[in-house]
C-alpha cells in the first residue's frame, strides 16, 4: 500500500520565480493539506483541498495557491518566490470524515 | 486561537533512562490530539491519535496521556534509535487543520 509521495524530493529557485510541488495521497485518501515546516519549527498549516476546492487556510499569502485533480493529487504552487519561503513543504493526505493525517516525505525547497 | 507549547525543546537521556515530554495545548473544543515522529529531513511518522481527557495509548517503548489541558509522552527505557524530534498537534471541532509545537528533540545515547 503505497503511503504518501511527493516531487520533486528538493528543488533551489532564485528570488521572484514561481515553483509547483506535488502530491499523491494515501490509496484510499480524498483530502490533502499542506503545511510549510521552516529549520527547527513545527510545521504550519498552508491549506486543504477536497472534491478539489480549498476548503480551510492558514495565514499564508495569496501567493500560494492550490489545486487538487479529479484522481485526488494535489499540487502548491508559489508565486514571486522569496528567500523567507525557504523550507520544508509537507502534504498530507487523510479522509474527510477522518481526523488522522498521513505526512509524505516532503519537498525541500531552498530560495537564493 | 488555538496553541500548542512543547517543552522541553531538547532532552539528552541515556539508553535506558525514562523520561516523559510535555505537550501544553488550548483549542476551541478538542477533535483530536496527535503524536508524531520525525527524522531529520523527513516527514512526521504518525505515532498516535487522543480524542479524550484521560485516555491512553501505547506502542513499543512509547505511551501516550492526555488531560483537558496537556499530553504527556512517557518513553520508557529509550534506545539510540528513539532518538528523533517528537512533535504534538490539536485539531479542533471546527476544522481540519493541524495545530504543531515546535516539537521536542529527542536524544539517546548508548
Known amino acids: 500500500d503505497a503511503g504518501v509521495t511527493q516531487s520533486p524530493t528538493h528543488l533551489i529557485k532564485t528570488r521572484g520565480q514561481q515553483v509547483t510541488l506535488r502530491c499523491s495521497p494515501k490509496s484510499g485518501h480524498d483530502t490533502v493539506s499542506w503545511y510549510q515546516q521552516a529549520l527547527g519549527q513545527g510545521p504550519q498549516f498552508i491549506f486543504q483541498?477536497?472534491?478539489?476546492?480549498?476548503?480551510q487556510r492558514g495565514n499564508f499569502p495569496d501567493r500560494f495557491s492550490g489545486h487538487q485533480f479529479p484522481n485526488y493529487s494535489s499540487e502548491l504552487n508559489v508565486n514571486a518566490l522569496l528567500l523567507g519561503d525557504s523550507a520544508l513543504y509537507l502534504c498530507?493526505?487523510?479522509?474527510?470524515?477522518?481526523?488522522?493525517?498521513?505526512f509524505g516525505p516532503g519537498t525541500r525547497l531552498l530560495v537564493l | 486561537e488555538d496553541q500548542v507549547t512543547q517543552s522541553p525543546e531538547a532532552l539528552r537521556l541515556q539508553e535506558g533512562e525514562s523520561s516523559s515530554l510535555n505537550c501544553s495545548y488550548t483549542?476551541?473544543?478538542?477533535?483530536?490530539l496527535f503524536w508524531y515522529r520525525q527524522d531529520p529531513g523527513k516527514g512526521p511518522e504518525f505515532l498516535f491519535t487522543?480524542?479524550?481527557a484521560g485516555e491512553e495509548k501505547e506502542k513499543e517503548r512509547l505511551k501516550a496521556t492526555l488531560t483537558k489541558k496537556e499530553s504527556f509522552l512517557h518513553i520508557t527505557a529509550p534506545k539510540p534509535e528513539d532518538s528523533a524530534t517528537y512533535l504534538c498537534a490539536v485539531q479542533a471541532e471546527t476544522g481540519n487543520m493541524l495545530t504543531f509545537g515546535g516539537g521536542t528533540r529527542l536524544m539517546v545515547k548508548p
Open positions: 498530507a493526505s487523510s479522509l474527510l470524515g477522518g481526523s488522522t493525517q498521513y
Open positions: 483549542v476551541s473544543g478538542l477533535r483530536g
Open positions: 483541498y477536497y472534491e478539489e476546492e480549498e476548503r
Open positions: 487522543l480524542y479524550s
